[in-house]
């Protein structure tokens, strides 16, 4: 069965230092990769999808890069984090690229930047 | 993705049925309409999904109006664990599914023992 892994759970960094959060699926091939980030008491945004290695789209400007090295693992980076960047980060996949399949969601990092 | 409407919160008791309503009325013939919860402090999960036709898993059931303009998620009896934030979203064939799913602010779903 297909699994989703997303590390660490929860995270404090300082301002200024760089993120690195990591997401990796089992059980499945090509899947569609998505990160998820949400604001404490805020809804949950879309930040970055992946349809393969190498391809990323950004749905917001933003302090953030995604990267995917290799076909079932994303990446969420930052260079310089700062206070705005805290929340609740969540990885997705999906099977295929028709909206008659269901995304799953990891567990999530909580951020915290102090 | 079409635009869904949510009442922001409902109350239930527990072990009885739940209807959490969602208004779509501008749903195009090729949305899916989808739905998730998010537990406290959890990712989302997928709950059920459907696009004509009324639908049931072991979850829940999904009924949908003749007209497609809106939908009813049946939680068939409430339990302390269903209390969750409820998200009614519709994806659709042209867009291809990979650019994510867009969420609202969903419905908090509070259940009394």
């Known amino acids: 069965s297909q699994t989703i892994h997303q590390w660490p759970a929860t995270l404090v960094q300082p301002v200024g230092s760089p993120l690195s959060l990591e997401c990796t699926v089992e059980g499945t091939s090509n899947p569609n990769l998505y990160w998820y980030r949400q604001a404490a008491g805020r809804g949950l945004q879309l930040l970055f999808y992946s349809v393969g290695i190498g391809q990323i789209s950004s749905e917001v400007p933003q302090n953030l890069s995604a990267s995917r090295p290799q076909d079932r693992q994303f990446i969420l980076s930052s260079k310089k984090l700062l206070l705005s960047d805290s929340g609740f980060y969540l990885c997705?996949?999906?099977?295929?690229?028709?909206?008659?399949?269901?995304?799953?969601f990891g567990s999530g990092t909580r951020l915290t930047v102090v | 993705d079409a635009k869904t409407t949510q009442p922001n919160s409902m109350e239930s008791n527990e072990e009885e049925p739940v209807h959490l309503p969602c208004n779509h009325s501008?749903?195009?013939?090729?949305?899916?309409i989808h739905w998730y919860r998010q537990l406290p402090s959890q990712g989302p999960e997928y709950v059920i999904h459907g696009l004509t036709s009324n639908v049931n898993n072991r979850m829940a059931s999904l009924a949908i109006a003749e007209d497609r303009k809106s939908s009813t998620l049946i939680l068939h009896r409430a339990t302390l664990r269903d209390a969750a934030v409820y998200y009614c979203i519709l994806r659709d064939v042209t867009g291809g599914g990979a650019d994510g799913l867009t969420f609202g602010k969903g419905t908090h779903l509070i259940i009394q023992p």
């Open positions: 501008t749903i195009s013939g090729t949305d899916y």
């Open positions: 997705a996949w999906s099977a295929a690229l028709h909206p008659n399949y269901g995304y799953t």
